[in-house]
């Protein structure tokens, strides 16, 4: 599939290590998102990004960083994470934020 | 804000019989409901959704009902297959809104 794709897929990192994730989208969509999903507990919303700002930061801790150079692109800036951060990391995109969201594969991240 | 509910977590159900995953949401200015499926080590995928302005829509084995009156919502899959298990969430939004609010998922197993 090309629609969302997702880079890496897995990364494993120390605490002390700075990392980014990067998300593509290839649907021509204004909304971009970032979610987290932990082993046995639901998706949560990280951040929302639509035309190119962001909309939406539920209470992300600043280790988290987003960016979205434009409507195609948004990268989760990592640093200083703990090993609770460990969890799949999913982005998504929509044309508009109250429609369908597709799905990237997402980045398994492992905080040792 | 939107709270989502979602019942039950898990479903067991015998290859061939019906499965109901049901949800509730609490804003009635929801308007979009989609329903996503998650196999194991893969992405959400949408399988079906549905707007406030119908009551019911059916695509092959899967039939999603709402009741805009009781707000909630059900996912309903008909002559189950070993194919069918995974993980299903489902999610309200609006367009006053600027995200999806996704149920806390559904473990839906067939069993052979």
């Known amino acids: 599939e090309t629609g969302v794709t997702q880079t890496p897929r897995h990364l494993v990192m120390g605490m002390t290590n700075k990392k980014s994730l990067k998300c593509e989208q290839h649907?021509?969509?204004?909304?971009m998102y970032w979610y987290k999903q932990s082993a046995k507990k639901p998706l949560e919303l990280m951040f929302v990004?639509?035309?190119?700002?962001?909309?939406e930061n539920n209470s992300v801790p600043s280790r988290f960083s987003p960016e979205c150079p434009n409507s195609s692109h948004l990268f989760l800036h990592l640093h200083t994470l703990q090993p609770e951060d460990s969890a799949l990391y999913l982005c998504?995109?929509?044309?508009?934020?109250?429609?369908?969201?597709?799905f990237g594969p997402g980045t398994r991240l492992l905080v040792l | 804000g939107e709270n989502v509910e979602q019942h039950p977590s898990t479903l067991s159900v015998q290859e061939g019989d019906s499965a109901v995953i049901k949800c509730t949401y609490s804003?009635?200015?929801?308007?979009?409901f989609p329903w996503y499926k998650q196999e194991l080590g893969k992405r959400p995928q949408l399988i079906i959704d549905?707007?406030?302005?119908?009551g019911e829509k059916k695509d092959q084995r899967i039939a999603v009902t709402l009741n805009k009156t009781a707000k909630h919502f059900s996912l309903h899959i008909t002559e189950t297959q070993p194919e069918d298990s995974a993980v299903y969430f489902c999610?309200?939004?609006?367009?006053?809104?600027?995200?999806?609010?996704f149920g806390t998922g559904t473990s839906l197993t067939v069993i052979p």
């Open positions: 998504a995109s929509s044309q508009g934020t109250e429609e369908t969201q597709y």
């Open positions: 649907l021509g969509h204004n909304a």
């Open positions: 990004y639509s035309l190119e700002e962001r909309v």
């Open positions: 804003d009635s200015a929801s308007n979009y």
């Open positions: 549905i707007r406030s302005n119908v």
């Open positions: 999610a309200a939004s609006s367009n006053t809104g600027n995200q999806f609010y």
